[in-house]
C-alpha cells in the first residue's frame, strides 16, 4: 500500500532494533554541533574556527581535520568573496598625506590606529554608500556611517562620531586613501583638531588599506551577498546586524580568535593589572 519493498522494511526495523554505538554517537554529537555553529555564525565559518567553537564551548575533543572532513561530507561550506568595486576618486588637486602607516595593520596599542574606506551597497531604490572607521588593533568597528551620498559629509558624520566615542590622543594615526572625501577641507581640518598624524594609501595600491578591504570582504560574502535588498532600509538593518555580530561574536584569528570587544575587554584588564603592580612595586 505504501510502496516499500517487503526486503526495505525488514531492514528498517533491523536498523531499528540495532543500537547505536559510541563512534556513531559521537560523530552524531560532532555533526550536530558543527551545524548549529555553522548556521549560528551567518555560515561564514569554516573548519578552523568551528574546530575552536567545538573545542571551547562544547569541550569536544575532535581534530581539525576530522571537522574539516564532516562538513564536506554535510556539504557545509564557508561562502566565497566576491569581486569588490572600488569607489575611490583620487582624481583631484587637493593636497594628499604620506603614507605613515606603511602597513603596519597589527598595533599593540587600541586606539593609536584607525583605518577607514568607502564601499557601495546594491538595493532596489538604488545605492548606498558605507563608511566604517576600524581600530586596527581590535579590528572593531568604532563607528560607521551610511547613506545614498559618498561626498565628503558621509565619512565626516563617521569620524565624528568615532572621536565622540573615543577620544584619541594627540600622534593617534588615522589612514585612508587618496578619495576627495578624505582630502577635503572640512575632514582635515577635524582630524587637525583631534591631533591625528594623517596618513594615505599610495596611489593606485589598494593593498596600503589592505586590513578594510577585508572587513568588506568578510561584510559582503558572509552576509550581504545572501540577500536582495528591495529597499534602502532592508540593507541598513542588514548592516546593522552584522557590525554588532562583528564586534561582539565574529571571532578573528590575527586576535587569538577573540572577538573585538572581548580583545579590548581584555586589554583593560591587563593594563589596569600591570599598573597595580606598578604601584605596588614602587611602594
Same mark, same amino acid.
Given at each position: ?10 531492514? @528498517? ?80 588637486? &587637493?593636497?594628499? @598625506? ?65 572621536? *565622540? ?37 599610495? &596611489? ?12 568588506? *570582504? ?16 532592508? *540593507?541598513?538593518? *542588514? ?6 555580530? @562583528? ?19 581584555? @586589554? ?16
Amino acid at each position: 500500500m505504501i510502496g516499500v519493498s517487503r526486503s526495505g522494511y525488514y531492514a @528498517y526495523v533491523k536498523r531499528l532494533d540495532r543500537k547505536e554505538t559510541e563512534r556513531e554517537k559521537q560523530n552524531r554529537i560532532i555533526d550536530e554541533r558543527i551545524t548549529f555553529h555553522f548556521y549560528d555564525n551567518l555560515e561564514s565559518y569554516g573548519s578552523p574556527r568551528i574546530h575552536r567553537k567545538l573545542r571551547e564551548v562544547d569541550r569536544l575533543v575532535v581534530s581539525e581535520k576530522k571537522v574539516a572532513n564532516r562538513m564536506k561530507e554535510m556539504g557545509l561550506y564557508a561562502i566565497p568573496p566576491k569581486k569588490h568595486i572600488h569607489t575611490t576618486d583620487s582624481n583631484h588637486e &587637493k593636497l594628499v @598625506y604620506e603614507n605613515k602607516l606603511n602597513r603596519d595593520f597589527n598595533p599593540e596599542v587600541p586606539n593609536r590606529v584607525w583605518a577607514t574606506d568607502i564601499t557601495y551597497i546594491h538595493t532596489g531604490e538604488g545605492f548606498l554608500y558605507l563608511n566604517p572607521i576600524l581600530d586596527l588593533c581590535s579590528k572593531r568597528v568604532i563607528s560607521y556611517a551610511i547613506d545614498d551620498s559618498m561626498d565628503y559629509r558621509l565619512p565626516l558624520r563617521a569620524l565624528k562620531r568615532a572621536l *565622540a566615542v573615543r577620544n584619541p590622543k594627540e600622534g593617534w594615526i588615522h589612514h585612508s586613501d587618496r578619495g576627495s572625501q578624505y582630502c577635503s577641507n572640512k575632514y582635515i581640518e577635524t582630524l587637525k583638531e583631534a591631533g591625528a598624524t594623517i596618513s594615505m594609501s599610495r &596611489k593606485a595600491n589598494p593593498y596600503d588599506n589592505a586590513c578594510i578591504e577585508s572587513f568588506f *570582504a568578510s561584510l559582503k560574502k558572509e552576509y550581504l551577498h545572501k540577500w536582495v535588498f528591495h529597499t534602502k532600509s532592508q *540593507a541598513i538593518a *542588514a548592516v546593522q546586524f552584522y557590525i554588532e555580530f @562583528y564586534n561582539r561574536k565574529r571571532m578573528h584569528s590575527t586576535l587569538g580568535y577573540a572577538t573585538p570587544i572581548e580583545y579590548e575587554l581584555a @586589554y583593560k584588564m591587563a593594563h589596569k593589572e600591570n599598573a597595580i603592580q606598578d604601584q605596588v612595586t614602587s611602594a
